[in-house]
């Protein structure tokens, strides 16, 4: 099965804690990719960050880092010192092969990040 | 470098009617894609184009079409609305060529809500 879970279905935060969102995939494609997205309540959909299948270099940009793990299938988001204006839903997303590239999406976390 | 847009951003239809709803990219993308978002459903995947004049089907594709007459161009048809189809639809675009540039990434339009009544 190709599916993305997001055990997390709301986190709330105080201003300056740090948190972290979970995504755990179950791919049969030997290379994918995986991906985060935000959705800010405006609605829009915005890329954050890719990462190939045959990378599990960790990344850092700014107050935001991803952790991906293929031995556990895992590719979890932290934002370090998060700020209200990180409240919005996040989806974790996996690139398959079928349907052009489609993305499966988790069902994404809503974090609400309070002041 | 307006990325993707679509049109309209908000809809309300009567059962029935016809729509088409525009996407546009400026990115010189091959690849489109219409998808969507539904409560407690995530995002499905609708119709997508690997290129001009090309289309294929999706997960769900009953009740729409597609056009994709021009590259940076990619149309979702509606011909006769059902309340099952009010939902927020997202088209995305994706490079997927051999240049420099980031591949497989899909970059998504700020959405259409359509309510059909």
């Known amino acids: 099965a190709q599916k993305v879970t997001q055990a997390q279905t709301e986190i709330s935060v105080v201003e300056k804690e740090d948190v972290t969102l979970d995504c755990v995939y179950e791919t049969r494609d030997t290379t994918y990719y995986l991906f985060w997205y935000k959705q800010p309540p405006s609605g829009e959909l915005v890329f954050l960050i890719r990462?190939?299948?045959?990378?599990?270099q960790n990344e850092i940009s700014g107050r935001y880092s991803w952790n991906f793990q293929k031995s556990t299938s895992s590719f979890n988001f932290t934002i370090t010192a998060s700020q209200v204006v990180d409240s919005a839903v996040y989806f974790c997303a996996l690139s398959v092969k079928e349907y052009g590239n489609k993305l499966v999406f988790g069902a994404g976390t809503i974090l609400r990040v309070k002041s | 470098n307006a990325g993707v847009t679509q049109t309209p951003k908000f809809r309300v239809l009567k059962t029935g009617q016809s729509m088409t709803l525009l996407c546009a990219q400026d990115?010189?993308?091959?690849?489109m894609y219409w998808y969507r978002q539904d409560p407690g459903m995530g995002l499905r995947l609708i119709h997508y184009?690997?290129?001009?004049?090309?289309?294929a089907k999706g997960e769900v594709p009953d009740g729409y079409n597609v056009s994709r007459l021009k590259k940076q161009n990619f149309l979702l048809g509606l011909e006769s609305a059902a309340p099952s189809q009010t939902s927020v639809y997202f088209c995305?675009?994706?490079?997927?060529?051999?240049?420099?540039?980031?591949?497989?990434?899909?970059?998504f339009g700020a959405g259409t809500r359509l309510s059909v009544l």
């Open positions: 990462r190939n299948s045959f990378d599990e």
């Open positions: 184009s690997v290129g001009e004049g090309t289309t």
């Open positions: 995305a675009s994706s490079y997927i060529g051999t240049g420099g540039r980031a591949k497989n990434i899909q970059y």
């Open positions: 990115m010189n993308h091959e690849y």
